[in-house]
């Protein structure tokens, strides 16, 4: 099955820096690449995804990338806000898996 | 839409106690999926629903039992609880295993 790891599991950046996440996964055949935030308390909920035939996508101030023969893919947050401090989660997925496989998490903590 | 609603939001239950965690979803999504998180460990998939009547094992299915008699609803049955099931647990929905997951609110469950 498919293993996804995700690094760093915490993370503390000033404010207006940017901050990277990565994940690396395991199934070459994996096709769709979303990441999830999850404020606390709160439900995960989408904030960008990406499919294996583009190499970056951006939306604001949130890109992603993606490297396949690297088999690893990196959200990118620019100028960071303190409403950005959450926990973020990767995921992948092929056609036919039927079910996303997470990483375990990245806490983002951005300081004032 | 109240998109995925889950209830209830908490229970305490004590070892060996039985009990059905509801979701319910008016998306027409034909993906339905249960989860569970605990710190540092991430969203571990239970079970999953690609459509009614069609049901199938996760990564951590032991001690837990689900049912697909509508498009709508996706209850999870704890058979017997134990301490170890102590945790957050999400449902989510989305029209297919490539497509945005909506997740519900949560149920925070614990097990003493």
């Known amino acids: 099955g498919e293993n996804v790891e995700q690094h760093p599991s915490t993370l503390s950046v000033q404010e207006g820096d940017s901050a990277v996440i990565k994940c690396t996964y395991s199934?070459?055949?994996?096709?769709?690449f979303p990441w999830y935030k999850q404020e606390l308390g709160k439900r995960p909920q989408l904030i960008i995804d990406?499919?294996?035939?583009?190499g970056e996508k951006k939306d604001q101030r949130i890109a992603v990338t993606l490297n396949k023969t690297a088999k690893h893919f990196s959200l990118h947050i620019t100028e960071t806000q303190p409403e950005d401090s959450a926990v973020y989660f990767c995921?992948?997925?092929?056609?036919?898996?039927?079910?996303?496989?997470f990483g375990s998490g990245t806490r983002l903590q951005v300081q004032p | 839409n109240a998109g995925v609603t889950q209830t209830p939001k908490f229970q305490v239950l004590k070892t060996g106690q039985s009990m059905t965690l509801q979701c319910a979803q008016d998306?027409?999504?034909?993906?339905m999926s249960w989860y569970r998180q605990d710190p540092g460990m991430g969203l571990r998939l239970i079970h999953y629903?690609?459509?009614?009547?069609?049901?199938d094992q996760g990564e951590v299915p032991n001690g837990y039992n689900v049912s697909r008699s509508t498009t709508e609803d996706f209850p999870l049955r704890l058979l017997s609880a134990a301490p170890s099931q102590t945790s957050v647990y999400f449902c989510?929905?989305?029209?297919?295993?490539?497509?945005?997951?909506?997740f519900g609110p949560g149920t925070r469950l614990l097990v003493l």
């Open positions: 990406i499919r294996s035939n583009v």
């Open positions: 998306m027409n999504h034909e993906y």
């Open positions: 995921a992948a997925s092929r056609t036919g898996r039927r079910a996303l496989t």
């Open positions: 989510a929905s989305s029209p297919n295993e490539l497509e945005t997951q909506y």
């Open positions: 199934d070459s055949a994996s096709n769709y």
């Open positions: 629903s690609v459509g009614a009547g069609i049901t």
